[in-house]
T-cell receptor, first 112, second 114 residues
Framework: GQSLEQPSEVTAVEGAIVQINCTYQ??????LSWYQQHDGGAPTFLSY????GLEETGRFSSFLSRSDSYGYLLLQELQMKDSASYFC?????????????FGTGTQLKVEL | EPEVTQTPSHQVTQMGQEVILRCVPI?????FYWYRQILGQKVEFLVS????????KSEIFDDQFSVERPDGSNFTLKIRSTKLEDSAMYFC????????????FGQGTRLTVV
């Protein structure tokens, strides 16, 4: 089966940089995605890594190391609106359904 | 910008009643999903649907659950006889291609079973 582990909670101050880690165990790995979710609203796509290395999208960057089964999401210049839950997810095609399997989620609290 | 829409946003139902949750996926998408999220927990996969049939379902998706695409635009999730533990947020999602990097989620239906 698939499993993804993340820290449950991270707190940082406005303007700081924060890193949210994700370790995964999966068969048939196709890439690691990150989703943001505000207060139980719709998960929204942030980034995707299929290959090792860093992907940058504005203030957000995501890193993947396939050999270590590890990735992280880096948020820079934190703003209050970044307070949300962040989920890593893997594309799981083993069951034929091409589903996303989500991690446990990290609640980020940004403080003044 | 195209979006996935879900109705209703909230549904309260009595235990044992049937509920139908409705979704309109993005029009050119071919892969459809239902997920649920119990309050404070992670997003859990229920079922995926492609080419008018279920392509995969989780152990949560038992005989009480069914999905339909009754016409070219709607995608529904039916729970035949609701239980208290079915109370959760239910999200519909769609994707354009199977290996697409991005799935689009609706705003969800909050189901409360009393």
């Amino acid at each position: 089966g698939q499993s993804l582990e993340q820290p449950s909670e991270v707190t940082a101050v406005e303007g700081a940089i924060v890193q949210i880690n994700c370790t995964y165990q999966t068969s048939g790995f196709y890439g690691l995605s990150w989703y943001q979710q505000h207060d139980g609203g719709a998960p929204t796509f942030l980034s995707y890594n299929a290959l090792d290395g860093l992907e940058e999208t504005g203030r957000f960057s995501s890193f993947l190391s396939r050999s270590d089964s590890y990735g992280y999401l880096l948020l820079q210049e934190l703003q209050m609106k970044d307070s949300a839950s962040y989920f890593c997810a893997v594309r799981d095609c083993t069951g034929g359904g091409n589903k996303l399997t989500f991690g446990t989620g990290t609640q980020l609290k940004v403080e003044l | 910008e195209p979006e996935v829409t879900q109705t209703p946003s909230h549904q309260v139902t009595q235990m044992g009643q049937e509920v139908i949750l409705r979704c309109v996926p993005i029009s050119n998408h071919l892969y459809f999903y239902w997920y649920r999220q119990i309050l404070g927990q992670k997003v859990e996969f229920l079922v995926s649907f492609y080419n008018n049939e279920i392509s995969e379902k989780s152990e949560i998706f038992d005989d009480q659950f069914s999905v339909e695409r009754p016409d070219g635009s709607n995608f529904t999730l039916k729970i035949r006889s609701t239980k208290l533990e079915d109370s959760a947020m239910y999200f519909c999602a769609s994707a354009q291609r199977p290996m697409n990097t991005e799935a689009f989620f609706g705003q969800g239906t909050r189901l409360t079973v009393v």
